[in-house]
């Protein structure tokens, strides 16, 4: 059973960043892609970015430029760093392994001055 664990989230100003973090347990961190969703108040569940094991990366248009995703495998963990934070980006982020179909608990974030 893999379990996955973001933290990160919080409030920041327009124009501010935020790092978020997802650890995975177990050894099969590597061997797997991830990814990270959002979802807002309202809206459907969306794919920010991705990564693949490889480190070959994939962004959703209303965030390239600005979020990078990342992977430390000996750590087991994936991070999103977030820049130029705008207050559409306002949403509950979600880390991802879609190979186990497995989802994090969620991490707020919020852009607002």
């Known amino acids: 059973q893999v379990q996955l664990v973001e933290s990160g989230g919080g409030l920041v100003q327009p124009g501010g960043s935020l790092r978020l973090s997802c650890a995975a347990s177990?050894?099969?961190?590597?061997?797997?892609?991830m990814g990270w969703h959002r979802q807002a108040p309202g809206k459907q569940r969306e794919l920010v970015a991705s990564?693949?094991?490889?480190?070959?990366?994939n962004y959703a248009d209303a965030v390239k430029g600005r979020f990078t995703i990342s992977r430390d495998n000996a750590k087991n963990t994936v991070y999103l760093q977030m820049n130029s934070l705008k207050p559409e980006d306002t949403a509950v982020y979600y880390c991802?392994?879609?190979?186990?179909?497995?989802w994090g608990q969620g991490t707020q974030v919020t852009v607002s001055s």
């Open positions: 991802r392994m879609p190979s186990r179909d497995a």
């Open positions: 177990g050894r099969i961190f590597s061997i797997h892609g």
């Open positions: 990564i693949t094991i490889d480190g070959r990366t």
